[in-house]
């Protein structure tokens, strides 16, 4: 029977099924429809947060990641799918175990005396892997665990730009606090300075309740805004379990700069940008895992060949006398052909082939997805600039504006109503400028996570990469 069986495995052994393209042509644009960031010194993605100039950020955000929630759960993902790769790969190859076995015996007769039989012996299995089935598991298995060492990157990715997202946005609260500090005090002078001249007798009581109203809304807006910032200190302390004393003296010592200081560089051409998704290449090795699917649930249709066998020594002891011997047995060699399952194995091919569909679908709209993302970012980089040149002309205007204001209502020669107005204004003008100067990070960081956060694919195998 070995040569037969040895026979029928090298006759079929070239017949594999396949299943339906591994890959697909998600047909990425062949340029970019938004125009490229330029100005500010390009740098890599790869420890962008170590190139910003800025310690505390980059401390933030490694401190993000070690405690991260969302990225030990990737890491699980990751040895659960190791472990599945191993299991799959393990199927292909014979398993072999070892036993000893003692028995003793005796008979009621003399003639008949009690004997001891030992034994010790390895056993062995194997299915030929005639038609594919067990490879198209471990391929499938292999690669989703691909996939899953992308998602674990790009869970990275995801905490990285949210911790930045978070910090910018204190920094930001910070220049707000610092605006309304300004704009609560000198609404306080003014409301002091009226309080002084009406009771002199050269202001209406109407504009004496008008300063104490403006410095009343000034300090509601300085106290709203340091609750703000409070949530952000406490935000962050979440984020990245920093003790909320280290973290208050840390950022009381550091810059508090409101965009990042170094650019990203893109490459004009889209495939090559998209290629540093972990996100993209993970919904890629997912289309290549239901491809293999497919072709092991076609397998699964199709005669399934397996073969076993033991080799031991054993020995017999009876009546003081010991008698030992080898031996070994080749068998069963058992072939199985599927005659009838109501047409489970056929629904099975179908399901299998629904879910490649599915994930093709899926692939490509992971494609788009990101193309839409980049471009988004491009965009608001863009917009930023340019609104970031005339939100500072108009910063200009209404500070010299309101300084003409308050020194004529100061000289007697102005109203209260035309200080306030223009207070107003150039209250709104400060906060605008710094709304442009946030969203301009956020741009950044959008941009930075749409390309990937610094991942390639010769760092697949790395599990300890800063992205």
Same mark, same amino acid.
């Given at each position: 029977m070995k040569p037969l069986a040895l026979a029928a495995a090298l006759a079929l052994g070239g017949c594999a099924l396949s299943g339906p393209p591994a890959a697909v042509d998600a047909q990425p644009p062949v340029q970019w429809h938004a125009p490229l960031p330029h100005g500010g010194t390009v740098a890599g993605l790869s420890g962008w947060w170590r190139s910003q100039g800025d310690p505390l950020l980059a401390d933030l955000v490694e401190a993000a990641q070690a405690v991260s929630p969302t990225v030990a759960s990737a890491r699980t993902r990751l040895a659960q799918a190791r472990e599945q790769r191993v299991a799959a790969g393990a199927v292909l190859a014979p398993a072999v175990d070892a036993a000893l076995t003692s028995t003793r015996s005796s008979q009621q007769s003399a003639a008949m005396p009690t004997n001891t039989t030992s034994q010790g012996y390895l056993q062995a299995s194997w299915e030929i892997d005639i038609f594919g089935a067990n490879r198209a598991a471990r391929d499938a298995a292999q690669a989703r665990y691909e996939g899953a060492q992308a998602g674990w990157h790009d869970a990275r990715v995801s905490v990285a730009a949210d911790t930045a997202n978070t910090y910018y946005q204190l920094r930001a609260c910070e220049r707000l606090l610092d605006v309304a500090r300004q704009d609560a005090a000198s609404r306080a002078d003014t409301a002091r300075l009226t309080e002084l001249t009406s009771r002199a007798g050269f202001e209406a009581p +109407?504009?004496?309740? !008008? *300063?104490? &109203? @403006?410095?009343?809304?000034?300090?509601? #807006?300085?106290?709203?805004?340091?609750?703000?910032?409070?949530?952000?200190?406490?935000?962050?302390?979440?984020?990245?379990?920093?003790?909320?004393?280290?973290?208050?003296?840390?950022?009381?010592?550091?810059?508090?700069?409101?965009?990042?200081?170094?650019?990203?560089?893109?490459?004009?051409?889209?495939?090559?940008?998209?290629?540093?998704?972990?996100?993209?290449?993970? +919904?890629?090795?997912? !289309? *290549?895992? &239901? @491809?293999?699917?497919?072709?092991?649930? #076609?397998?699964?249709?199709?005669?399934?060949?397996s073969l076993a066998g033991a080799i031991g020594r054993g020995q017999i002891r009876a009546a003081g006398d010991s008698v030992t011997a080898n031996t070994w047995t080749i068998g069963p060699v058992q072939v199985t052909l599927p005659v009838f399952d109501a047409g489970r194995r056929r629904a099975s091919v179908d399901a299998a082939q629904e879910r490649y569909e599915a994930a093709a679908t899926s692939y490509r709209g992971s494609v788009r997805q990101a193309v839409s993302e980049v471009e988004q970012a491009l965009v608001n980089l863009q917009g930023t600039d340019l609104r970031a040149v005339q939100a500072q002309a108009a910063l200009e205007g209404y500070r010299a504006s309101f300084t003409a204001a308050e020194d004529l209502y100061r000289n007697g020669m102005g109203s209260l109503l035309q200080l306030e107005d223009s207070r107003r204004t150039r209250l709104a003008a400060e906060n605008a400028m710094i709304a442009v100067q946030r969203e301009r990070s956020a741009a950044w960081i959008a941009l930075y996570r749409a390309a990937g956060g610094g991942w390639t694919r010769d760092r697949l195998n790395s599990t300890a990469g800063n992205p």
């Open positions: +109407a504009s004496l309740a !008008l *300063a104490r &109203a @403006s410095a009343a809304d000034g300090a509601n #807006r300085e106290i709203a805004q340091r609750a703000q910032c409070e949530v952000d200190v406490k935000t962050l302390v979440a984020l990245t379990a920093i003790p909320e004393p280290d973290l208050r003296g840390r950022l009381a010592a550091g810059p508090a700069e409101l965009s990042p200081a170094r650019g990203i560089g893109i490459d004009t051409l889209p495939a090559q940008t998209l290629a540093q998704r972990p996100d993209v290449f993970n +919904a890629e090795r997912e !289309l *290549a895992a &239901a @491809s293999f699917e497919v072709a092991g649930a #076609r397998a699964q249709r199709y005669p399934r060949l």
